[in-house]
């Protein structure tokens, strides 16, 4: 019912800064939980954000807490996640995830929750 497409990976160097998006087809974003997860090369997909169906309610891995902002806006359908302070442990492919929710406030950090899946922007961050 769900695609997503993110954009706005690419080469960054250390300390630098890249924005990514996530862009909706099918239906609005308001009624979904979503989350950005990630997966570097020879390691599991994990956690990295979520934002809550109004957008006021946020989590985040604690090994990004404080460099990166996830945000939304329902009406234009697009999810953004904001990456400061890159580093070099950054590096991997970054997945916007969504689920349905009836809550303005539920976010969701287990990657099982999430039914849609974006099929991945590669961040590179360079020493």
């Known amino acids: 019912q769900v695609q997503l497409v993110e954009s706005g990976g690419g080469l960054v160097q250390a300390g630098g800064s890249l924005r990514l998006s996530c862009a909706a087809s099918?239906?609005?974003?308001?009624?979904?939980?979503m989350g950005w997860f990630r997966q570097a090369p020879g390691k599991q997909r994990e956690f990295v954000a979520a934002?809550?169906?109004?957008?006021?309610?946020?989590d985040y891995a604690d090994s990004v807490k404080g460099r990166f902002t996830v945000s939304k806006d329902n009406a234009k359908n697009m999810v953004w996640l904001q990456m400061n302070s890159l580093k070099v442990e950054d590096t991997a492919v970054y997945y916007c995830?969504?689920?349905?929710?009836?809550?303005?406030?539920?976010?969701?950090?287990?990657?099982?929750?999430?039914?849609?899946w974006g099929q991945g922007t590669q961040v590179t961050v360079s020493s």
């Open positions: 995830a969504a689920t349905a929710t009836t809550s303005w406030f539920r976010v969701s950090v287990y990657e099982n929750e999430y039914d849609y």
């Open positions: 099918g239906r609005t974003f308001s009624g979904y939980v």
């Open positions: 934002i809550s169906w109004s957008g006021r309610n946020t």
